[in-house]
């Protein structure tokens, strides 16, 4: 019976019921009433496994840029095969809706709007698992850090000047945000000069 729109609820002599696509009905002609034997059942059975994992896989890449293996784990840990996993993989890479390079460059240009430094970046792409192949030619896009410093200070800072457990505070921000000592300590001297005493050895 159909279960949702593209997607059917087979109820199975054995009284389990499985969820499937409806082209994979078509595929197998499948129909009320129709008996499978274990060769059949079998092949049902990896045609939905594999048409679960591809309709996972999807969802995954339309909602945040994956890399290959990112989004095999995921699948894995969604509780797909690891073989229907890989072949979910391999046919968006195929369609070309799964590229490791552009998924580098989307995931730099997410980064860098948010005002990431590259420390920051370049943890994202190790934890998206992006290989490190691709690495160099996304992070080129990577601009000057300067504007993204001097918006965050101003943002924090409001035009005061910090105390020592404000200003202490605020660089400890911009260095979690993967911004450089030598970057974070150029944004302040721009924002005030007062502060010039205080961008000592602490942070070298």
Request: charged share 35%.
């Amino acid at each position: 019976m159909p279960l949702q729109e593209h997607c059917f609820r087979l109820h199975l002599s054995d009284g389990s019921v499985l969820k499937t696509q409806d082209y994979v009905v078509a595929e197998l002609g499948l129909y009320p009433g129709m008996e499978l034997d274990g060769a059949g059942m079998e092949q049902l059975r990896t045609a939905a496994g594999l048409a679960s994992a591809k309709n996972r896989a999807v969802r995954i890449v339309s909602a945040s840029g994956v890399s290959q293996k990112e989004l095999e784990r995921r699948l894995t840990q969604k509780g797909e095969t690891p073989e229907h996993a890989r072949a979910a993989v391999e046919w968006l890479a195929e369609l070309e809706l799964l590229d490791d390079a552009k998924t580098a460059e989307q995931l730099v240009r997410s980064a860098v709007s948010k005002g990431y430094g590259k420390a920051r970046i370049k943890q994202i792409l190790f934890e998206k698992r992006i290989p490190e192949e691709y690495w160099d030619d996304a992070l080129a896009q990577v601009p000057d850090m300067e504007d993204a410093v001097d918006q965050f200070l101003s943002k924090r800072l409001r035009g005061r000047d910090p105390d020592e457990k404000e200003l202490k505070r605020t660089i400890d921000a911009l260095l979690r945000r993967g911004h450089s000592w030598q970057d974070i300590r150029a944004g302040l001297r721009r924002y005030s000069a007062s502060l010039e005493a205080d961008l000592e050895e602490p942070y070298e």
